[in-house]
């Protein structure tokens, strides 16, 4: 039975990685006004012009690529997350493509049938494989407001809160070939 997750309150994408090196950079995180998801990935409006995200298979890089079309997070997280790490947490800074404003936490077995998303146009866009976001050193690091890279053994607590899907989901779209948009607002189902 499917069941309402909540609405979509952000999308963004990825203008370049936001682990580089030793250092995280959310600030290549590019809000947009809506996106649209294929088979290869995410690409995100901006008022101009259609970009790339960065796990897009056609985005330009020289590194072998793993299937994922987006990556899908909850403003409950975010609020968990703030409540342990202040105002560095704020919407959207783990790097999902997609916030989905929730009133509970949501588990992997929430979605493990995957989700749709119903866009106001008409069309659903089915989402499926979630695989748990895991938590890097990097992004833990910067969420404490360390200058540098935390060696594992120091932030292991941390990296446990944030895992589990807490940083959020990672989902395919095998089932839509061709681009299929979707905007701030449409709904977010369970499947």
């Given at each position: 039975?499917?069941?309402?997750?909540?609405?979509?309150?952000?999308?963004?994408?990825?203008?370049?990685?936001?682990?580089?090196?030793?250092?995280?950079?959310?600030?290549?995180?590019?809000?947009?006004?809506?996106?649209?998801?294929?088979?290869?990935?995410m690409t995100g409006w901006d008022g101009e012009a259609w970009?790339?995200?960065?796990?897009?298979?056609?985005?330009?890089?020289?590194?072998?690529?793993?299937?994922?079309?987006?990556?899908?997070?909850?403003?409950?997280?975010?609020?968990?997350?703030?409540?342990?790490?202040?105002?560095?947490?704020?919407?959207?800074?783990?790097?999902?493509?997609?916030?989905?404003?929730?009133?509970?936490?949501?588990?992997?077995?929430?979605?493990?049938?995957?989700?749709?998303?119903?866009?106001?146009s008409g069309p659903q866009i089915e989402l499926a494989g979630?695989?748990?976001?895991?938590?890097?050193?990097?992004?833990?690091?910067?969420?404490?407001?360390?200058?540098?890279?935390?060696?594992?053994?120091?932030?292991?607590?941390?990296?446990?809160?944030?895992?589990?899907?807490?940083?959020?989901?990672?989902?395919?779209?095998?089932?839509?070939?061709?681009?299929?948009?979707?905007?701030?607002?449409?709904?977010?189902?369970?499947?």
């Amino acid at each position: 039975m499917s069941e309402l997750l909540g609405r979509i309150a952000r999308i963004q994408v990825h203008r370049r990685r936001v682990q580089v090196g030793t250092m995280y950079w959310p600030e290549v995180l590019e809000s947009v006004e809506r996106g649209a998801i294929d088979v290869g990935g995410m690409t995100g409006w901006d008022g101009e012009a259609w970009l790339l995200d960065v796990h897009h298979v056609a985005y330009p890089m020289e590194r072998e690529k793993a299937p994922r079309a987006l990556s899908i997070g909850f403003t409950a997280h975010y609020e968990l997350m703030r409540e342990r790490f202040g105002e560095r947490a704020a919407d959207g800074v783990a790097a999902e493509n997609i916030i989905v404003e929730t009133d509970d936490r949501v588990q992997l077995e929430d979605v493990a049938t995957g989700i749709a998303i119903q866009t106001e146009s008409g069309p659903q866009i089915e989402l499926a494989g979630p695989a748990v976001a895991k938590p890097c050193r990097q992004f833990t690091s910067y969420l404490l407001g360390l200058p540098e890279m935390a060696l594992r053994e120091q932030i292991q607590d941390e990296l446990e809160f944030l895992g589990e899907g807490m940083r959020g989901f990672v989902m395919a779209a095998p089932e839509v070939a061709a681009p299929v948009e979707f905007a701030v607002g449409d709904e977010v189902w369970t499947q």
